[in-house]
Nanobody, 119 residues
Framework: QVQLVESGGGLVQPGGSLRLSCAAS????????MGWYRQAPGKQLELVAG???????NYADSVKGRFTISRDNAKNTVYLQMNSLKPEDTAVYYC?????????????WGQGTQVTVSP
């Protein structure tokens, strides 16, 4: 299995920045991709950004040009740099990992970290 621990959320004013971190442990060599999802009150869970083991990256249209996903393979950590934050970015952010164990794809989730963008 893969365990994920997130950090870096908090309260920030509109236009501000935050960086989220997600540290993976366990069967990290089996990870195919990692990503960040978010869920705002009353809304569905949505993909914010993802990065594959091969380095392919994708973003939700709503965060393109403002958020950057990156990874440090030596630390088994994925980051989400969030700039120019808007009130609509307020949500609980979850780290996700897709991994393969004995030809079966499985998923792990972090505990979630709250991001609040407010004056």
């Amino acid at each position: 299995q893969v365990q994920l621990v997130e950090s870096g959320g908090g309260l920030v004013q509109p236009g501000g920045s935050l960086r989220l971190s997600c540290a993976a442990s366990g069967r990290t060599l089996s990870i195919n991709a990692m990503g960040w999802y978010r869920q705002a009150p009353g809304k569905q869970l949505e993909l914010v950004a993802g990065i594959t083991s091969g380095g392919r990256i994708n973003y939700a249209d709503s965060v393109k040009g403002r958020f950057t996903i990156s990874r440090d393979n030596a630390k088994n950590t994925v980051y989400l740099q969030m700039n120019s934050l808007k009130p609509e970015d307020t949500a609980v952010y979850y780290c996700n990992a897709e991994f393969t164990v004995v030809l079966r794809v499985d998923y792990s989730w972090g505990q979630g970290t709250q991001v609040t963008v407010s004056p």
